[in-house]
Every structure is written in C-alpha cells, then in structure tokens.
C-alpha cells in the first residue's frame, strides 16, 4: 500500500508555544489530505480537510485560527497547533488518498502541552 | 447523519480462536467501507476495503463482508494470534460525503497466548 510519513511522531512542549506537524505522501500525489484527532480510547475525528493550492476546509468546531493548515505541494501538508494549552494535548493522524477511495494514514502524533 | 457503531467495545480471547467483530452503520449509501487496525499510540493500517458493489474481501487470515442493504459489515479473524492484538476500526464513506470517512467506535482485541 502507499506510505504517508507523518512527523514528529511525539512532541511536548510549553503552554503558548506553536507545534507544526507534517504529513508527507512518500510514493503518490495526494491533492486532498485529511487531519483527524483522537482522545483516549476514542476513535478518530475529522478536524479538516487540506486541499492543495486552496484553503482548508473545517470541521465545525474547529477554530481555524489555532489549527492553521497548510497544503503547499501534492505531497506535503502541515497542521501547526498555534499558541498550544494542555487542552490541545491529543493524538493527531493525517491521512491522504490516491484514487479518492482508499485511505492511507500516518504513524500519528502525540502532542504533549505542559 | 451517517452513525456507525461497533460490537462488541472490546474482546478478550484465547489463541487459537476464530473470531467476528460486527460494524453497523445507519445510513446504507455508502460509497465504501474500510477496516483498520491501531496499535497502542500507532496510526491507523489499512486491512480490507471493500467496495459498496462487493460483497467481501479477504486477505489472509481476515475475511470482511459487507451487506449494505442491512447496514452491517463483519471483520472474520480465523485462527487468532497474539500479534492480532489491538484496536479494529471499520469506517464507511458515505455517498454524499466522498472523502470523510465515518469512523466506527471501534473493537479492542486482546489475544492470550
């Protein structure tokens, strides 16, 4: 199957500071990229959709002003947490598609805000 | 709104075993339907996917079905091993929503050697 590399796999950092995440399709180009959250024993929740060369589109209830995502290439999209608080500490997974059928993920992030 | 449920939460169970997760959704225009599995703090690995005029995918030890017309889906794992050991997620993408896959509520595994 098609490998998406997402990086870092674990970051901590201070209250107030910005994480960027990245989500990079190794071996296709993904025009459309996705970026879910999940708590604890949660399952996955779509917080937006990363379109190249336009704007993201939001989940309600996502602000858009703390999860700035950026979709610069085919391959590489960005989630940068601004200003982060202990309660944006969450796993974070991108995912990206070939066919818009199948769906590939990355290894996740787990953000750690102190 | 499409709402798509698993059973059970979680299972625990014997090596050796063959076992059924159960996934059901309530909205029967799917466009498709796709298993995962999750490890501890891991991403999601893709497993089956199975197209809405399919009936089921196998790969291996894993077998999914998939009858539309009754909104349900089941994951068949023969012979059950430790390393099967982990969450499963099924998740639908509905017709009008191409691209956002609904996920299930997901089943924890435990295998026992």
């Known amino acids: 199957g098609a490998v998406v590399s997402q990086h870092p796999s674990r970051v901590i950092c201070k209250s107030g500071t910005s994480v960027k995440i990245e989500c990079r399709s190794l071996d296709f180009q993904a025009t459309t990229m996705f970026w879910y959250r999940q708590f604890p024993k949660k399952s996955l929740m779509l917080m937006a959709t990363s379109n190249e060369g336009s704007k993201a589109t939001y989940e309600q209830g996502v602000e858009k002003d703390k999860f700035l995502i950026n979709h610069a290439s085919l391959t590489l999209s960005t989630l940068t947490v601004t200003s982060a608080h202990p309660e944006d500490s969450s796993f974070y997974i991108c995912?990206?598609?070939?066919?818009?059928?199948?769906?590939?993920f990355g290894s996740g992030t787990q953000l750690s805000v102190l | 709104k499409q709402e798509v449920t698993q059973i059970p939460a979680a299972l625990s169970v014997p090596e050796g075993e063959n076992l059924v997760l159960n996934c059901s959704f309530t909205?029967?225009?799917?466009?498709?339907l796709q298993w995962f599995r999750q490890d501890p703090g891991k991403g999601l690995t893709s497993l089956l996917l199975?197209?809405?005029?399919?009936r089921e995918q196998t790969s291996g030890r894993l077998n999914a079905s998939l009858d539309k017309s009754s909104g349900r889906s089941t994951l068949y794992i023969a012979a059950s091993q430790p390393g099967d050991s982990a969450t499963y997620l099924c998740a639908v993408i509905p017709n009008t929503g191409f691209q956002k896959l609904v996920f299930g509520t997901g089943t924890r595994l435990l295998v026992s050697p």
């Open positions: 995912s990206a598609s070939i066919d818009r059928s199948e769906l590939f």
């Open positions: 909205d029967s225009a799917i466009y498709n």
């Open positions: 199975i197209q809405s005029s399919q």
